[in-house]
């Protein structure tokens, strides 16, 4: 029962406080800066939950994860994941609560981020920094874009937490990958490569729904590319080497 508290006070907080930066800050520090913030904020949970869930707090993690190692059960894999989205659920009400406490549209009083306007053919608004589709950006793009960076992402957190990577830095890597991840996806759709983290604030931005199908099958996809592929180079170096 931790590892599943830890899973959804993790997702909680990677919520509140990654998009939270582009809620509350992003007009103030921009695409990089958010980017950093959700590095950052993933950084502080791997150190701190760790040790208690692996810090996946993420489904295309934890699916990364049951593909790979064999500790990992479907029992986990359902449990992480309904923590997960309850967890991300519980994350974005607080971020729509702080957003409704403040005074919000009036030039010159708070400037919210993580609005897009004009969303699809509906020319509607999303907020709380849903994943949808950035203005130009398509859906084949937006699909493409979620499975190649999610492949990078959990094939990092899977190498990192492998008995070849460096355990005491693998948060740091963890961490960097999401940020870098995050720069290059925001422009396209906010940056998924985790459904929990859409399926929250979609919650409270009902005009995402439309493109949610992306932002789970994209990273699922990646997850499983990058399952595969690591389970290819982990297997070949436990071959013995020919002298």
Same mark, same amino acid.
């Given at each position: 029962m931790k590892k599943y508290l830890a899973e959804f006070f993790g997702t909680m907080f990677l919520i509140l406080l990654a998009c939270g930066s582009a809620v509350l800050a992003?007009?103030?520090?921009?695409? %990089? #800066?958010?980017?950093?913030?959700?590095? %950052?904020?993933?950084?502080?949970?791997?150190? /701190? &939950?760790?040790?208690?869930?692996?810090c996946h707090v !993420?489904?295309?993690v934890s699916l990364g994860?049951?593909?790979t190692d064999k500790n990992f059960s479907g029992k986990d894999l359902c449990g992480y994941i309904i923590a997960q989205l309850l967890g991300a659920a519980v994350g974005a009400a607080f @971020? =729509?609560?702080?957003?409704?406490? #403040?005074?919000? #549209? @009036?030039?010159? &009083?708070?400037?919210?981020?993580?609005?897009?306007?004009?969303i699809?053919?509906?020319?509607? /608004?999303?907020w709380l920094a849903t994943?949808?589709?950035? *203005?130009?950006?398509?859906?084949?793009?937006? %699909? %493409?874009?979620?499975?190649?960076? /999610?492949?990078?992402f959990v094939f990092v957190v899977l190498g990192a937490t492998s008995k070849y990577g460096n355990s005491s830095a693998a948060g740091a890597a963890i961490g960097l990958a999401l940020? @870098?991840? !995050?720069?290059?996806?925001? *422009?396209?759709? !906010?940056?998924?490569? !985790? *459904?929990?983290?859409? =399926?929250?604030?979609?919650?409270?931005? *009902?005009n995402a729904w439309p493109d949610f199908w992306i932002m789970v099958v994209g990273p699922l996809a990646g997850a499983v590319i990058a399952?595969?592929?690591?389970?290819?180079?982990?297997?070949?170096?436990?071959?013995?080497?020919?002298?």
């Open positions: 992003g007009p103030k520090i921009g695409v %990089l #800066g958010i980017g950093l913030c959700f590095g %950052l904020v993933l950084l502080a949970l791997c150190y /701190t &939950i760790g040790g208690i869930s692996g !993420n489904p295309a994860v049951y593909l @971020l =729509f609560w702080l957003m409704d406490f #403040g005074l919000f #549209g @009036l030039d010159g &009083i708070y400037q919210f981020g993580g609005i897009t306007e004009g699809g053919y509906t020319g509607k /608004t999303s994943n949808v589709l950035q *203005p130009g950006a398509t859906w084949q793009m937006a %699909l %493409l874009s979620e499975c190649l960076l /999610t492949f990078f940020g @870098l991840v !995050n720069i290059v996806g925001i *422009p396209v759709d !906010n940056c998924s490569v !985790n *459904p929990a983290r859409s =399926f929250g604030p979609a919650i409270f931005g *009902p399952a595969i592929v690591w389970k290819g180079i982990a297997s070949y170096r436990t071959q013995p080497v020919n002298e």
